[in-house]
């Protein structure tokens, strides 16, 4: 078969995509160039490789089996590229990063200068979202998780851990008094989290399965807004340790009832497509971050 890997690509998007339309909108070429791609590889393989129905797209027997092969043909090919271009200059082209905004605004942003000084042929895509992403279809290289993976074919190696405690502005204090024990906690305006039920239990340090249960008199489904409403004086909030440290530094946040809430640690991972995890450019960016992420 004379294969064009370019068509290999393509065609391995609109799998992943699921309609031409789609993979056109990604490269920003018209559909009829996608068509063409595609008619040039069934022609290629000599078998049809996609069913086209007023539903969209759907892979044919052939098609399942070849989708296989282009991966890891085109995995092959950017390890081999990216093998030889890192021998000669380092690790180079882009990276694309999910990761939570709270983390991408307190973590990610403020590492880069470094990640850049170290490999200066890098690029970082941010994909900033509280959301678990779909890596293969949305074409993500690293996904920075603290919960465990649990997909088959997804390797994730731990860069780091955290704990999280319990954090208010100043002003919010002076307003409405610190609490000077875990059951005045109730007459005082939490924070709690509407996307993660579990962030609204907060487990106290006794060790016996004593717990806050928080109702909220604010909530947000966002783990950066709840780090904003925190910093803004609207309550009080339980946040990620390694987040409001230095923000506590700086003054804009003071640790609420210290020692009396549990301090599990719980580790961060990344997490990366099976298949892509051996990239130079991929391994650069998690050396790097575990460690930044690796207290001294």
């Not at 092969?69 to 694309?96: C, F, H, M, N, Q």
Request: aromatic residues 4%.
């Amino acid at each position: 078969m004379q294969l064009h890997l370019d068509d290999v690509a393509l065609f391995t998007r609109i799998a992943e995509l699921g309609t031409l339309s789609a993979a056109a909108r990604e490269r920003d070429v018209p559909v009829s160039q996608v068509t063409r791609s595609l008619a040039r590889l069934e022609a290629a393989c000599g078998a049809r490789l996609m069913h086209r129905n007023t539903h969209g797209l759907s892979l044919t027997d052939e098609g399942d089996t070849f989708v296989t092969y282009a991966r890891r043909l085109l995995d092959t090919t950017a390890e081999l590229s990216s093998e030889l271009t890192g021998k000669i200059s380092g690790p180079s082209g882009w990276v694309r990063i999910s990761v939570s905004p709270v983390i991408a605004q307190m973590l990610i942003a403020p590492s880069l200068n470094g990640l850049y000084q170290r490999h200066p042929q890098l690029d970082i895509d941010l994909c900033a979202d509280d959301r678990m992403a779909d890596m293969a279809r949305e074409g993500i290289d690293i996904a920075i998780r603290t919960g465990t993976p649990n997909s088959e074919t997804l390797v994730a190696r731990q860069i780091g851990r955290f704990s999280r405690s319990l954090y208010a502005a100043p002003a919010y204090l002076a307003a409405f008094g610190t609490p000077q024990h875990p059951d005045d906690l109730p007459q005082h305006r939490l924070i709690g989290n509407s996307a993660s039920p579990t962030l609204n239990h907060w487990l106290l340090a006794s060790g016996k399965g004593q717990e806050v249960l928080v109702q909220g008199h604010t909530r947000t489904d966002n783990s950066a807004v709840v780090l904003a409403l925190a910093q803004q004086g609207v309550g009080i909030a339980r946040l990620m340790d390694v987040l409001a440290q230095p923000l506590v530094a700086s003054g804009a946040l003071v640790p609420v009832l210290p020692g009396e809430f549990s301090k599990v640690q719980e580790p961060i991972y990344a997490v990366m497509l099976q298949e892509r995890h051996r990239l130079p450019k991929i391994r650069a960016c998690i050396d790097y971050w575990a460690q930044c992420l690796t207290p001294p």
